[in-house]
């Protein structure tokens, strides 16, 4: 085996191992293409050209109704946690204080920014532990049309998510700002606009195709009781 024919068979194995679940049987086609391509070279090209899977995260298909209860107690548990959003939460008290203290219009402006970014992400949090509260304390899991028509409820509520990356964007740009770091600040919104957008958008094709699956098994769960 040539050393080309190799590093395109290497390439093809690890964009196997780092798919995301969804594109699993993907990209091992794919592989399976790359290992009957006669040309070495043309092997690579195809190898390299696999990698894009690498950018489409999708989780794994849902196949049956059974496994709903599960996936909707990990994401009720991710919404109430908001792990990511305490610390962002708890330095405001300590900004709002160094805001009366800064000196200079950029520095006020900033401290300014990021007290804003701390308010808006604790009602945020605050309002979403306010709404999962009664489902998470009723026993709706043990009801699975009512838990699976509940998950897809929340799956519609993630377009919200938009909320606390809008809280993480005006948090980093105001700390920057007031350390009148022009040159972070610019790099911070570039990779924020570069990457942010992005993964929302796949994020939210991701919902939408799990709600399209659970609505396929709804209807075949309907068609075989109507029999």
């Known amino acids: 085996m040539t050393r080309t024919r190799r590093l395109a068979v290497r390439i093809s194995s690890g964009v196997v ?6 594109c699993k049987e993907w990209a091992e086609g794919l592989e399976r293409e790359a ?15 696999s990698t894009r899977i690498l950018l489409d995260r999708r989780p794994a298909l849902l196949t049956s109704l059974d496994d709903v209860p599960k996936l909707l107690q990990r994401l009720v548990e991710q919404s109430r946690s908001g792990a990511n959003m305490w610390l962002m939460i708890l330095y405001g008290p ?28 604790g009602t945020f949090l605050l309002l979403e532990r306010h709404r999962l509260k009664e489902p998470w304390k009723d026993d709706i899991y043990d009801d699975l049309i009512a838990c699976t028509n509940f998950y897809k409820t929340q799956l519609r509520h993630r377009d919200r998510l938009w909320i606390p990356s809008v809280s993480y964007f005006c948090f980093c740009f105001g700390l920057f700002m007031s350390d ?3 040159i972070l600040l610019v790099l911070f919104c570039g990779l924020f606009f570069l990457f942010i957008p992005p993964l929302m958008q796949q994020r939210r094709q991701n919902n939408l195709r799990r709600i399209e699956e659970i609505d396929a098994l709804l209807a075949e769960q309907d068609g075989v009781n109507g029999l």
């Open 35 to 49: 290992a009957v391509i006669e040309s070495d070279w043309a092997a690579l090209g195809w190898a390299i050209g």
């Open 180 to 182: 009148h770091d022009v």
């Open 17 to 22: 191992r780092w798919a995301s679940p969804g």
């Open 94 to 121: 300590l900004f709002l204080w160094k805001f009366f203290e800064a000196r200079g219009p950029f520095a006020h402006t900033g401290y300014a920014i990021v007290v804003l970014a701390s308010i808006i992400a």
